[in-house]
């Protein structure tokens, strides 16, 4: 650490740090005034704004300096405010008022000025001397969101740079040199054709009006800005909400946030319209002769409290069960689990989160003795090598897939493992893309090839793990030429891949549903787990295994113990010790029978054992597989009550509706993809006629007999602190900012990475499996000779039943079906043509694009239109070991529509 000496007093400098850095730091951001600069992008030194006067002798005329990209090295005297530093300022800002617009040098009234006009008011220029010039260039096209004037551009090329370094999308450039030069948006000014993802981090960075979005979220004078997380995916971005007149009026990202440092989706920053569409429901429903009718509060919970006691007196407890969901935040899953396992008396509990990512929980619980993301998202910079198996982070978790392509782009070594060729694969050393359903084969290959090749960290292995030896030999006993078969995959580019993430001194893996959502998707965990094990790849910054989380608390709601085996914090409520602890907490007697899972909830009610169903948040009837035999179920309940924001395919089949709070008007925590514990809070009142749907837990169990209190999410994270180990020192309080990341010590500490001295087993066990065929290959592929695999666009989320109503409808407005052009000639398929796409057990039609992005005999589409009622196709196959239904693996046949 050196010095430098700022307006003569001394301060202590950090390596590597600028003198516009040194400076903000001890003095604050203001000191300086920036236009260029950005703490987000790389120092650039365009503007000329920072200038400080720079020598080496106190009292000695200084040189004029840009701070912005100046070490601060060397004890140098640095001096921020002077009269010849004004005036070299306001001549800069004359110069770039000079082009621009002079009706626009002041903010228009009721708006908050830009960064370029508080910096014209400070220095009282309301006016240029020089000529007025004329900016060139041309506004963009029309687009949903964004917007763009060249008028008020003043080149800083700080819109260039956020899309080129945070997004890695270099949709923006400058054109011609210059009087001439202008931002361009691809070649004809169109957003949209230059590949724009529209995650308006241009429109954050820029300090004019130059770029600008519909919601004018810069500019607008709010009448307060509430911070909060994002509800769309596992990544948890931080978001400012602005709010006028009671309304959500704009959304920005939070500046700094460790998560997300800025950045957002156009999910997160722009998809928020759906919470003030009229399509939301206001109203409890009760259906009375078939018709579904409008109730008040009191009396459609106390006729759901009423049925329910009557259902549990009449058909035992079992008959209940109870559907939580990983959009509604941990407070609200902790208390739909506590309800069921306290008031009903059985653990018929689950959720989406189990069934989508249980098998990494359990595979990983099985290797390291915890299921969860072993590492933090801000360590990709450091990794070597990233690996990426079963997942589209770019459009599935889109700031993440950011980071990763930026990491890519600067030189880490990126393999991609996904049957389609994705925007990832364009950056990635190696791609391989083997057949839907045969990641454990691909698995067997990699380890085989890292042991051949000598990358195993045998002193790692030999201190860390058990069952090594046994291991390596069931590995080196496959046939490669069968496993080459298999997986659709040469052996030369396993070889490479092995070469690359053996070879890296800190490999960085992150898998998503494209391994889990498999008939042997606990396996492929399991097995990705040894391959990370055996190369020393855990437990070290920028190593681990880290899986990207679908929604935005899938690890939260299992954290709070949404799952039928499993209570709170991941406890065996099996064991008399745990038991005990529940219910002391609960204050009341708990079950230990294991409860049922979603598919086991479908087959009680086909039988008749199971009577009613709670359902909060979900919409199964569009996001389980075989839609049919899940309409069918459900039809036999006595009783169905569903919990929504608007009116689903689930609500149509309900006996009771009840209208719930978006996440924008609730408060409580979100757990993220990598452990980490944020606080949500509520931006505006519930929409008149709703809850949040933790309030109406409550107030069941408060009708039901339970002493229950209020809903009050600060009091309820006190009762999981008490629950759950891994969050002991969590407080509302200690969470506001980052958050925390669990296990979280009781006096405040939490963890970055886990298993840095030991697994909690307390030694990593290897677990070998051999590729085993889905039966829905087996029994189907000679009548149904295609495979069809799902996944999600960057534009919607899901079923889409937010996104449908916001103006992302506008940039995808309907899902499509990627063919192989072999495939579509020999089908006699055109281009945006239709075809009948068919299952063992369901028919459905989409419209078609021919790509490459697959290979011959693949198929690929998206499930977030409804009309399209994909699952229709999708099987009762589910994983062996955690029931996580097989998504990814649809046997179809096509003929043209």
Same mark, same amino acid.
């Given at each position: 650490?050196?010095?430098?000496?700022?307006?003569?007093?001394?301060?202590?400098?950090?390596?590597?740090?600028?003198?516009?850095?040194?400076?903000?730091?001890?003095?604050?951001?203001?000191?300086?005034?920036?236009?260029?600069?950005?703490?987000?992008?790389?120092?650039?030194?365009?503007?000329?704004?920072?200038?400080?006067?720079?020598?080496?002798?106190?009292?000695?005329?200084?040189?004029?300096?840009?701070?912005?990209?100046?070490?601060?090295?060397?004890?140098?005297?640095?001096?921020?405010?002077?009269?010849? %530093?004004?005036?070299?300022?306001?001549?800069?800002?004359?110069?770039?008022?000079?082009?621009?617009?002079?009706?626009?040098?002041?903010?228009?009234?009721?708006?908050?000025?830009?960064?370029?006009?508080?910096?014209?008011?400070?220095?009282?220029?309301?006016?240029?001397?020089?000529?007025?010039?004329?900016?060139?260039?041309?506004?963009?096209?029309?687009?949903?969101?964004?917007?763009?004037?060249?008028?008020?551009?003043?080149?800083?090329?700080?819109? $260039?740079?956020?899309?080129?370094?945070?997004?890695?999308?270099?949709?923006?450039?400058?054109?011609?040199?210059?009087?001439?030069?202008?931002?361009?948006?691809?070649?004809?000014?169109?957003?949209?054709?230059?590949?724009?993802?529209?995650?308006?981090?241009?429109? !954050?960075?820029?300090?004019?009006?130059?770029?600008?979005?519909?919601?004018?979220?810069?500019?607008?004078?709010?009448?307060?800005?509430?911070?909060?997380?994002?509800?769309?995916?596992?990544?948890?971005?931080?978001?400012?909400?602005?709010?006028?007149?009671?309304?959500?009026?704009?959304?920005?990202?939070?500046?700094?946030?460790?998560?997300?440092?800025?950045?957002?989706?156009? #999910?997160?920053?722009?998809?928020?319209?759906?919470?003030?569409?009229?399509?939301?429901?206001?109203?409890?429903?009760?259906?009375?002769?078939?018709? %579904?009718?409008?109730?008040?509060?009191?009396?459609?919970?106390?006729?759901?409290?009423? @049925?329910?006691?009557?259902?549990?007196?009449?058909?035992?407890?079992?008959?209940?069960?109870?559907?939580?969901?990983?959009?509604?935040?941990?407070?609200?899953?902790?208390?739909?689990?506590?309800?069921?396992?306290?008031?009903?008396?059985?653990?018929?509990?689950?959720?989406?989160?189990?069934?989508?990512?249980?098998?990494?929980?359990?595979? +990983? @619980?099985?290797?390291?003795?915890?299921?969860?993301?072993?590492?933090?998202?801000?360590?990709?910079?450091?990794?070597?090598?990233?690996?990426?198996?079963?997942?589209?982070?770019?459009?599935?978790?889109?700031?993440?897939?950011?980071?990763? #392509?930026?990491?890519?782009?600067?030189?880490?070594?990126? $393999?991609?493992?996904?049957?389609?060729?994705?925007?990832?694969?364009?950056?990635?050393?190696?791609? /391989?893309?083997?057949?839907?359903?045969?990641?454990?084969?691909?698995?067997?290959?990699?380890?085989?090839?890292?042991?051949?090749?000598?990358?195993?960290?045998?002193?790692?292995?030999?201190?860390?793990?058990?069952?090594?030896?046994?291991?390596?030999?069931?590995?080196?006993?496959?046939?490669?030429?069968?496993?080459?078969?298999?997986?659709?995959?040469?052996?030369?580019?396993?070889?490479?891949?092995?070469?690359?993430?053996?070879?890296?001194?800190?490999?960085?893996?992150?898998?998503?549903?494209?391994?889990?959502?498999?008939?042997?998707?606990?396996?492929?965990? +399991? +097995?990705?787990?040894?391959?990370?094990?055996?190369?020393?790849?855990?437990?070290?910054?920028?190593?681990? +295994?880290?899986?990207?989380?679908?929604?935005?608390?899938?690890?939260?709601?299992?954290?709070?113990?949404?799952?039928?085996?499993?209570?709170?914090?991941?406890?065996?409520?099996?064991?008399?010790?745990?038991?005990?602890?529940?219910? !002391?907490?609960?204050?009341?007697?708990?079950?230990?029978?294991?409860?049922?899972?979603?598919?086991?909830?479908?087959?009680?009610?086909?039988?008749?054992?199971?009577?009613?169903?709670?359902?909060?948040?979900?919409?199964?009837?569009?996001?389980?597989?075989?839609?049919?035999?899940?309409?069918?179920?459900?039809?036999?309940?006595?009783?169905?009550?569903?919990?929504? /924001?608007?009116?689903?395919?689930?609500?149509?089949?309900?006996?009771?509706?009840?209208?719930?709070?978006?996440?924008?008007?609730?408060?409580?925590?979100?757990?993220?993809?990598?452990?980490?514990? !944020? @606080?949500?809070?509520?931006? $505006?009142?519930?929409?008149?006629?709703?809850?949040?749907?933790?309030?109406?837990?409550?107030?069941?169990?408060?009708?039901?007999?339970?002493?229950?209190?209020?809903?009050?999410?600060? #009091?309820?994270?006190?009762?999981?602190?008490?629950?759950?180990?891994?969050?002991?020192?969590?407080?509302?309080?200690?969470?506001?900012?980052?958050?925390?990341?669990?296990?979280?010590?009781?006096?405040?500490?939490?963890?970055?990475?886990?298993?840095?001295?030991?697994?909690?087993?307390?030694?990593?066990?290897?677990?070998?499996?051999?590729?085993?065929?889905?039966?829905?290959?087996?029994?189907?592929?000679?009548?149904?000779?295609?495979?069809?695999?799902?996944?999600?666009?960057?534009?919607?989320?899901?079923?889409?039943?937010?996104?449908?109503?916001?103006?992302?409808?506008?940039?995808?407005?309907?899902?499509? /079906?990627?063919?192989?052009?072999?495939?579509?000639?020999?089908?006699?398929?055109?281009?945006?043509?239709?075809?009948?796409?068919?299952?063992?057990?369901?028919?459905?039609?989409?419209?078609?694009?021919?790509?490459?992005?697959?290979?011959?005999?693949?198929?690929?589409?998206?499930?977030?239109?409804?009309?399209?009622?994909?699952?229709?196709?999708?099987?009762?196959?589910?994983? !062996?070991?955690?029931?996580?239904?097989?998504?990814?693996?649809?046997?179809?046949?096509?003929?043209?529509?």
């Amino acid at each position: 650490m050196s010095q430098i000496t700022i307006n003569g007093t001394a301060y202590p400098t950090i390596a590597g740090e600028t003198l516009y850095e040194s400076v903000s730091r001890h003095l604050g951001p203001d000191e300086i005034p920036v236009l260029c600069h950005d703490p987000a992008l790389e120092p650039f030194g365009a503007c000329r704004i920072c200038l400080v006067e720079v020598s080496r002798k106190a009292g000695e005329m200084g040189r004029l300096i840009a701070s912005c990209h100046t070490p601060a090295t060397g004890d140098l005297h640095v001096t921020t405010r002077s009269d010849r %530093l004004k005036s070299a300022r306001k001549g800069i800002l004359e110069l770039l008022a000079s082009n621009y617009p002079a009706e626009k040098l002041k903010p228009v009234a009721g708006e908050i000025p830009t960064p370029f006009q508080k910096l014209l008011h400070d220095y009282g220029i309301e006016h240029s001397r020089y000529p007025q010039i004329e900016e060139p260039g041309e506004a963009a096209k029309p687009h949903p969101y964004l917007r763009f004037d060249p008028a008020e551009c003043i080149h800083c090329y700080r819109c $260039i740079r956020a899309c080129d370094e945070i997004q890695g999308q270099f949709v923006l450039s400058m054109a011609n040199r210059g009087m001439k030069s202008h931002i361009i948006q691809g070649q004809a000014g169109d957003f949209g054709e230059a590949g724009c993802v529209s995650c308006g981090r241009c429109v !954050q960075t820029c300090p004019t009006n130059a770029l600008s979005d519909r919601y004018r979220a810069k500019t607008l004078q709010a009448d307060k800005t509430v911070p909060t997380v994002c509800t769309y995916c596992g990544v948890g971005c931080n978001l400012e909400v602005k709010v006028k007149a009671g309304s959500v009026a704009a959304i920005s990202a939070v500046e700094g946030a460790e998560v997300n440092q800025g950045h957002t989706c156009l #999910k997160g920053r722009y998809a928020f319209e759906y919470v003030h569409h009229p399509d939301r429901l206001t109203s409890p429903l009760i259906r009375r002769d078939g018709e %579904l009718v409008e109730v008040g509060w009191d009396e459609a919970l106390d006729f759901i409290a009423e @049925r329910l006691e009557n259902i549990k007196q009449e058909h035992g407890a079992d008959a209940i069960a109870g559907i939580s969901s990983a959009r509604c935040t941990n407070e609200e899953n902790y208390l739909m689990q506590k309800f069921m396992r306290t008031v009903i008396g059985n653990n018929n509990i689950d959720g989406c989160a189990r069934v989508c990512h249980s098998p990494t929980a359990y595979g +990983m @619980r099985q290797v390291y003795g915890t299921g969860a993301a072993t590492n933090s998202i801000d360590e990709i910079p450091l990794a070597d090598c990233l690996l990426v198996f079963g997942a589209n982070p770019t459009e599935a978790h889109p700031v993440t897939g950011a980071r990763l #392509k930026q990491a890519a782009i600067k030189g880490a070594k990126l $393999i991609i493992v996904d049957p389609r060729r994705s925007e990832l694969s364009k950056y990635a050393a190696c791609h /391989l893309q083997p057949r839907p359903g045969s990641n454990v084969a691909l698995l067997n290959m990699l380890c085989r090839y890292l042991i051949v090749l000598g990358y195993v960290d045998q002193a790692f292995v030999d201190s860390r793990t058990e069952g090594f030896d046994e291991f390596k030999a069931q590995v080196m006993a496959q046939d490669l030429d069968r496993l080459e078969q298999i997986t659709g995959v040469a052996r030369t580019d396993v070889e490479q891949a092995a070469h690359i993430y053996g070879r890296a001194q800190r490999a960085m893996a992150f898998h998503g549903l494209g391994i889990t959502e498999h008939y042997q998707g606990s396996r492929a965990i +399991m +097995m990705l787990a040894d391959l990370i094990m055996m190369t020393g790849n855990i437990g070290r910054p920028g190593t681990g +295994m880290n899986p990207l989380r679908g929604q935005n608390n899938v690890q939260g709601a299992v954290d709070m113990g949404v799952q039928p085996d499993l209570g709170a914090g991941y406890l065996d409520y099996k064991q008399p010790e745990i038991k005990a602890h529940f219910e !002391q907490i609960y204050g009341t007697e708990i079950p230990t029978q294991p409860g049922l899972k979603i598919p086991q909830m479908f087959g009680a009610a086909r039988e008749g054992k199971l009577k009613a169903l709670w359902i909060m948040g979900e919409d199964i009837l569009q996001t389980d597989p075989n839609s049919c035999e899940v309409k069918y179920s459900l039809s036999l309940l006595d009783l169905l009550i569903v919990q929504e /924001l608007f009116m689903t395919e689930t609500c149509s089949m309900a006996d009771v509706i009840l209208p719930a709070a978006s996440f924008l008007e609730k408060s409580g925590t979100f757990t993220n993809g990598e452990r980490r514990i !944020q @606080r949500v809070n509520a931006a $505006i009142d519930p929409l008149p006629g709703t809850r949040p749907d933790g309030e109406i837990v409550s107030n069941i169990m408060q009708r039901m007999g339970y002493p229950q209190g209020s809903y009050d999410p600060p #009091k309820l994270l006190q009762e999981i602190a008490q629950v759950v180990p891994f969050f002991a020192g969590v407080t509302w309080e200690n969470l506001e900012g980052d958050g925390k990341q669990w296990p979280v010590a009781p006096d405040g500490t939490d963890t970055q990475i886990l298993h840095q001295e030991g697994f909690k087993l307390p030694k990593g066990q290897f677990r070998f499996f051999e590729f085993q065929e889905s039966p829905e290959i087996e029994e189907n592929a000679a009548s149904y000779p295609y495979i069809l695999t799902t996944s999600r666009r960057l534009e919607h989320y899901n079923c889409g039943s937010m996104t449908r109503r916001t103006p992302n409808v506008e940039l995808v407005d309907h899902d499509v /079906l990627l063919i192989n052009p072999q495939d579509a000639e020999r089908e006699g398929i055109d281009e945006g043509g239709r075809v009948e796409i068919s299952s063992s057990n369901g028919t459905t039609h989409l419209q078609v694009r021919i790509s490459d992005e697959v290979k011959p005999g693949i198929l690929f589409t998206t499930f977030h239109f409804p009309e399209i009622a994909i699952n229709h196709l999708t099987s009762g196959i589910f994983d !062996q070991e955690s029931m996580t239904p097989e998504y990814k693996v649809v046997a179809v046949r096509l003929a043209p529509a």
